[in-house]
């Protein structure tokens, strides 16, 4: 396990970053071989306002090994390292009191003592922060955040295909954000979800996209529609009019492409798609920033309180893991039928209007509305769309875009871009 130490301190000492030790809740007592290392950095950093240099540490401890430009992530060193601990707290526990624990407690207590004891050991050994950041001291980090903000802000926010849409929302999707987009049944909102992937790709932001109800093959069809408008149905057909133009697109898509694009359907989950499995996934491509789950209702939801209190475990659980790993989360939910009834029709013609869901139209669970930060629903019918800010961080909710949708040739624009102060 010196090794993960190994790993994980020089990591710190690379990137100039202590506090994010605080974020996964690393602390002393995960050090089994270099605790010292790790009191040294941590005081060296409080005194000086720096990291040390790597040569300074190894200089000081004959122990420490300095392993340069460390390839894994912050989030599976801190996971391993806190496996490590776990494992030693149940061999205290197994070596050294259970036995007495055992002659001196009846079967129920015994049961009880054991259970909080692991139940202690499992908390304190999460990777997840629960220490929080302390504001009083924190001055220099909000500053390097600050100048951080100036000279990188485009990567902080993904835009959208839609540019007004991106300009109500600021900039497009804040990273570390939660999005649902709830719309009606086969209104196109996998369509939309699509789009918002393909867009963020072309923009250089890695995606994760989970489509359980579609196959590989149709759902790379789609995003060959969207990003270069061939014809859906002769795609899948083999009917293409223009193969070889179809045939060029496809050729640029090779080992050349540093950005990501991961696409896991059915095929590719067969124990299901829970949080477990998108946790696992972001920590094996660190490259992600936009992750789509078409179908909240297609997950696991564990648990053993009712599928409701199940699904709201999961939105809970969805919010901390995409402000913790710095991903956008586009989170597709289905609105009921019975809300899709409640819409308004022409008083003159009797025909349906585009009318896309209130914020309360949500089914089994509200907490798919209270845990995102944004909330978009959407509604299409006959070649015409509109997206509906419900709720944001700014002050736009409520406004809509209207689109023309040609979901078969993979157009979808803004009927008409507008400015606004």
Request: no cysteine; charged share 25%; hydrophobic share 35%.
């Amino acid at each position: 396990m010196s090794m993960v130490e190994n790993q994980i301190m020089s990591k710190v000492i690379d990137e100039q970053n202590v506090t994010i030790l605080n974020k996964f809740n690393v602390k002393e007592t995960d050090f089994y071989a270099l605790p010292e290392v790790y009191k040294f950095v941590k005081s060296y950093n409080s005194e000086f306002g720096e990291i040390p240099d790597y040569r300074t540490v190894v200089d000081k401890f004959d122990d420490f090994e300095y392993m340069p430009e460390v390839a894994d992530s912050f989030g599976y060193l801190a996971k391993s390292l806190k496996s490590a601990t776990a494992k030693r707290g149940a061999i205290e526990i197994l070596q050294r009191q259970a036995g007495k624990k055992f002659n001196d407690l009846s079967g129920t207590d015994f049961i009880t003592w054991l259970a909080d004891e692991v139940n202690s050991i499992k908390e304190n050994t999460s990777s997840e922060s629960n220490a929080g950041e302390n504001f009083a001291t924190t001055g220099k980090d909000r500053w390097d955040t600050y100048e951080d903000s100036k000279e990188n802000r485009t990567q902080l926010f993904i835009p959208t295909p839609y540019p007004t849409l991106s300009k109500y929302l600021g900039g497009g999707f804040e990273i570390g954000d939660y999005v649902l987009l709830q719309a009606y049944t086969n209104r196109g909102k996998s369509w939309i979800a699509s789009h918002l992937g393909v867009v963020a790709w072309s923009n250089n932001f890695g995606v994760l996209h989970y489509s359980p109800e579609l196959s590989y093959t149709q759902q790379s069809q789609r995003n060959d529609t969207l990003a270069g408008h061939f014809n859906n149905s002769n795609l899948k057909s083999g009917q293409l009019s223009n193969e070889t133009s179809y045939k060029s697109f496809l050729d640029g898509f090779n080992e050349d492409n540093e950005t990501p694009y991961i696409i896991k359907t059915m095929e590719h989950l067969p124990k299901g798609l829970g949080i477990d499995v998108i946790e696992a996934d972001l920590q094996a491509n660190p490259e992600i920033k936009m992750v789509i789950i078409d179908g909240f209702n297609l997950m696991d939801h564990k648990g053993r309180d009712g599928n409701r209190n199940n699904m709201s475990n999961t939105s809970r659980s969805l919010r901390q893991l995409f402000a913790r790993y710095g991903v956008v989360g586009i989170v597709v939910h289905q609105t009921p039928t019975s809300a899709e009834k409640e819409n308004k029709s022409d008083s003159e013609t009797g025909s349906r209007l585009v009318q896309p869901p209130d914020i309360h139209q949500y089914s089994e669970t509200i907490a798919v509305i209270q845990d995102a930060s944004t909330v978009l629903s959407y509604d299409a019918l006959d070649g015409v769309g509109k997206i509906k800010i419900a709720k944001a961080r700014t002050p736009h909710v409520d406004k809509e875009i209207t689109l023309h949708t040609d979901y078969n040739h993979g157009y979808i624009k803004e009927a008409t871009v507008i400015d606004y102060i």
